[in-house]
């Protein structure tokens, strides 16, 4: 028996957000809204996302010692999730500086911070969290060599579940251990070198062939895609008004995350997935737009 249903690691940031009409382009000065802070970051979203969810959440992750930092524990107790993983200190609190535009579409620029300081020593001290859950879940906004290390620490039988965002290619071993690898058009792109044509379903059997156990590709409005061994399926989503794509990404990952962990299969894991997605962009902000359980089944 595991005594956390999904562990997170990674990023904790700050959201500074400014609503604008356009974004900028080269050398122009754009007037936005006022800049509002939210508590963000992959890892922190993940986490916050599963925890509303239901499921026990552990997250394992670096903030500095400041206001920032604070705001993101508090965040996450709120939720209910276990952050006896947080490490605090070593650098300010990683920074996302996003542009939303009246469509909802997003700009993000992250300074990374303390989630450059999440070492993989880090990672080996939280041995103890990683024996303990039955899914890992991690993103790309801390050190590659961290991630690396996790998998090389996952439990027997710990389903490990990775977003490669921001996206960069990835060592085989790291490849190997994801089931699933869930990417968007441009991440899979990076993935697989760049040279992906054709369908969604092109993209899956190519990054499948890397090595990973299973593929989910999102497709945003469209819903998502699932591939592995079995075959391949595709998942439509639930229409909705968008006001803030912000931390969508994250919310279907964690759902997905949890509901493997339940064990559910992958098509139906990303079928529930794709409406806590949903759900998310109905509302502005990242971990504020991230429904309960009962809000997902009223969707």
Same mark, same amino acid.
């Given at each position: 028996?595991?005594?956390?249903? /999904?562990?997170?690691?990674?990023?904790?940031? %700050?959201?500074?957000?400014?609503?604008?009409?356009?974004?900028?382009?080269?050398?122009?000065?754009?007037?936005?809204? $006022?800049?509002?802070?939210?508590?963000?970051?992959?890892?922190?979203?993940?986490?916050?996302?599963? *925890?509303?969810?239901?499921?026990?959440?552990?997250?394992?992750?670096?903030?500095?010692?400041?206001?920032?930092? =604070?705001?993101?524990?508090?965040?996450? =107790?709120?939720?209910?999730?276990?952050?006896?993983?947080?490490?605090?200190?070593?650098?300010?609190?990683?920074?996302?500086?996003?542009?939303?535009?009246?469509?909802?579409?997003?700009?993000?620029?992250?300074?990374?911070?303390?989630?450059? =300081?999440? *070492?993989?020593?880090?990672?080996?001290?939280?041995?103890?969290?990683?024996?303990?859950?039955?899914?890992?879940? %991690?993103?790309?906004?801390?050190?590659?060599?961290?991630?690396?290390?996790?998998? =090389?620490?996952?439990?027997?039988?710990?389903?490990?579940?990775?977003?490669?965002?921001?996206?960069?290619?990835?060592?085989?071993?790291?490849?190997?251990?994801?089931?699933?690898?869930?990417?968007?058009?441009?991440?899979?792109?990076?993935?697989?070198?760049?040279?992906?044509?054709?369908?969604?379903?092109?993209?899956?059997?190519?990054?499948?062939? /890397?090595?990973?156990?299973?593929?989910?590709?999102?497709?945003?409005?469209?819903?998502?895609?699932?591939?592995? %061994?079995?075959?391949?399926?595709?998942?439509?989503?639930?229409?909705?008004?968008?006001?803030?794509?912000?931390?969508?990404? $994250?919310?279907?990952? *964690?759902?997905? *995350?949890?509901?493997?962990?339940?064990?559910?299969?992958?098509?139906?894991?990303?079928?529930?997935?794709?409406?806590?997605?949903?759900?998310?962009?109905?509302?502005?902000?990242?971990?504020?737009?991230?429904?309960?359980?009962?809000?997902?089944?009223?969707?």
């Amino acid at each position: 028996m595991y005594d956390y249903d /999904l562990l997170v690691v990674g990023s904790a940031n %700050a959201d500074l957000v400014i609503g604008v009409e356009r974004r900028p382009a080269a050398g122009e000065t754009v007037l936005g809204s $006022d800049l509002v802070v939210h508590p963000g970051g992959k890892g922190a979203n993940q986490a916050v996302a599963a *925890a509303r969810l239901g499921a026990r959440t552990a997250l394992l992750a670096r903030v500095g010692d400041d206001a920032h930092g =604070r705001l993101l524990l508090d965040s996450q =107790r709120r939720a209910g999730v276990d952050t006896g993983g947080v490490l605090v200190g070593g650098a300010p609190t990683g920074v996302a500086l996003i542009t939303v535009d009246p469509s909802g579409d997003n700009s993000i620029v992250v300074s990374p911070g303390a989630n450059g =300081r999440l *070492a993989p020593q880090d990672v080996r001290a939280a041995d103890g969290l990683l024996q303990s859950a039955a899914v890992v879940s %991690a993103q790309l906004e801390i050190p590659l060599e961290s991630v690396v290390e996790v998998v =090389r620490n996952l439990a027997p039988g710990t389903r490990f579940v990775l977003n490669p965002s921001p996206p960069r290619p990835l060592p085989a071993e790291v490849l190997a251990a994801c089931d699933p690898l869930i990417v968007n058009e441009h991440e899979a792109r990076v993935i697989g070198g760049g040279e992906l044509d054709g369908s969604p379903e092109d993209w899956a059997a190519a990054l499948l062939a /890397l090595g990973p156990r299973s593929v989910v590709v999102t497709l945003g409005a469209e819903g998502a895609l699932v591939a592995s %061994a079995e075959g391949t399926a595709r998942v439509p989503s639930v229409r909705v008004d968008a006001v803030d794509t912000t931390g969508a990404g $994250d919310a279907f990952t *964690a759902a997905l *995350a949890w509901r493997l962990g339940l064990g559910e299969s992958l098509a139906r894991a990303a079928a529930y997935a794709v409406r806590v997605g949903a759900s998310a962009v109905t509302r502005s902000g990242a971990q504020a737009s991230f429904p309960t359980a009962e809000e997902v089944a009223a969707l």
